[in-house]
């Protein structure tokens, strides 16, 4: 079931209008003597005001919706999932980095609010979606076509560098911490590890999603 931004507002995070010089100002200062466009994609709010967001300079002016929609013309055909059984603080950047590596979808299992603050508002143009187990998220996944791939540096999983990830696949990351639950490990397809070479004993969640969307 989809997100609402009620779900995930557990702490403030940034606004859609970002403070400072970031962006760009009103048209008309930006563009002297050129015609205010007339494409319905532009937000007339922002055209005269300013669009401080952020966003890529291809959608500056636009509206949310015409972002998210043309957006939706190219994500790729991955998903990822993060299980928010303890509250992580990373998921916002976990759904920071899938926005960047354009995931078709994010998914949260478990608790519903979640710090929404790393996610630095991609969260507003990414799909997100919820699930109350990790049962229920394989399911959800199977049923339509995605091999789960569950991230841990656990017995038996097979380096990412080695291994061959599906095209529709979901990407299952852990907890910081407790990694994935059991039932994660005993029900995904595969299980995928990421090499360390120094003293600590996991990276950061947020690091990892990141490293296995590259790979991906």
Known sequence: MPLTPDDAA????????????HGVGPWREEHPGEPLPTDPRYDPQ????GDRRNVVDAYRYWTREAIVADLDTHRHPFHVAIENFEHDANIGTVVRTANAFLA???????RRRWNRRGA???????????HDTVEELID???ENGLTVVAVDNVP??????????????????GQEGPGISDASEQRADMVVSI???G??????????AGIVMLFG
């Open 104 to 110: 078709e979808t994010v998914h949260i299992v478990g």
């Open 120 to 130: 630095m508002v991609t969260d507003r143009y990414q799909h997100l979606q919820h």
């Open 156 to 173: 038996g999983s097979t380096p990412i560098e080695t291994a061959t990830l599906p095209e529709r696949s979901l990407l299952l990351f």
């Open 140 to 142: 959800w996944a199977h």
């Open 46 to 49: 922002l055209l005269a005001e």
């Open 10 to 21: 557990s702490a403030p995070g940034p606004t859609e209008w970002g403070e400072g010089r």
């Open 195 to 197: 090499a360390q070479f």
């Open 199 to 208: 003293s600590t004993r996991s990276i950061n969640v947020g690091v990892a």
